[in-house]
T-cell receptor, first 109, second 115 residues
Framework: DAKTTQPPSMDCAEGRAANLPCNHS???????VYWYRQIHSQGPQYIIH???NNETNEMASLIITEDRKSSTLILPHATLRDTAVYYC??????????FGQGTELSVKP | EAGVAQSPRYKIIEKRQSVAFWCNPI?????LYWYQQILGQGPKLLIQ????????DSQLPKDRFSAERLKGVDSTLKIQPAKLEDSAVYLC?????????????FGPGTRLTVL
């Protein structure tokens, strides 16, 4: 199972873009990169996922490097409600998700 | 579209007692997952069902934990007897097919405290 490496914590000013990095150097060619977030006392919330191409939805953008060994989640205009733990996950066999420690993002006024 | 429902939201029991959690997945989702999340850690998969069959239960402590999904819809997770280290949030998730590229949607979780 491919492992991911994320910084344990990050700060971001409200209204600015939040760029959350993730390393997944052992990713295989058919493994997707997923991002979830978990706000305190809630279940994980799906944000976005991708295989090779960059992806964008109403919540965020996902930029995957050409060699697929790393990715960046971009929240274009962070708000206080985006304060959460963000998990970068590479799916394994049968779509199994293995969560790491994640990045604790603090959005500050 | 209704999300994944779980009950109860909170449960407090004494060690050696038994407890059961219930999950109702998103309508039409064939795959259902139970995760355990200990405070300060990411969720850990306990068991994965495809319809009413078990796909992966390699991380389920089978001496005390059991789970079933008899009709391929709702699921229950049981702990008998509970230990102090079982204190955690138990999360249920569901996905349409369960394969690569599929998206799992999580419920709010059940917070279990074992005294």
């Amino acid at each position: 199972d491919a492992k991911t490496t994320q910084p344990p914590s990050m700060d971001c000013a409200e209204g600015r873009a939040a760029n959350l990095p993730c390393n997944h150097s052992t990713i295989s060619g058919n493994e997707y990169v997923y991002w979830y977030r978990q706000i305190h006392s809630q279940g994980p919330q799906y944000i976005i996922h991708g295989l090779k191409n960059n992806e964008t939805n109403e919540m965020a953008s996902l930029i995957i490097t050409e060699d697929r060994k790393s990715s960046t989640l971009i929240l274009p205009h962070a708000t206080l409600r985006d304060t959460a733990v963000y998990y970068c996950i590479v799916d394994s066999a049968r779509g199994k998700l293995i969560f790491g420690q994640g990045t604790e993002l603090s959005v500050k006024p | 579209e209704a999300g994944v429902a779980q009950s109860p939201r909170y449960k407090i029991i004494e060690k050696r007692q038994s407890v059961a959690f219930w999950c109702n997945p998103i309508s039409g989702h064939a795959t259902l997952y139970w995760y355990q999340q200990i405070l300060g850690q990411g969720p850990k998969l306990l068991i994965q069902f495809q319809n009413n069959g078990v796909v992966d239960d390699s991380q389920l402590p089978k001496d005390r934990f059991s789970a079933e999904r008899l009709k391929g819809v709702d699921s229950t997770l049981k702990i008998q007897p509970a230990k102090l280290e079982d204190s955690a949030v138990y999360l249920c998730a569901s996905s349409l097919g369960g394969g690569k590229g599929d998206t799992q949607y999580f419920g709010p979780g059940t917070r279990l405290t074992v005294l």
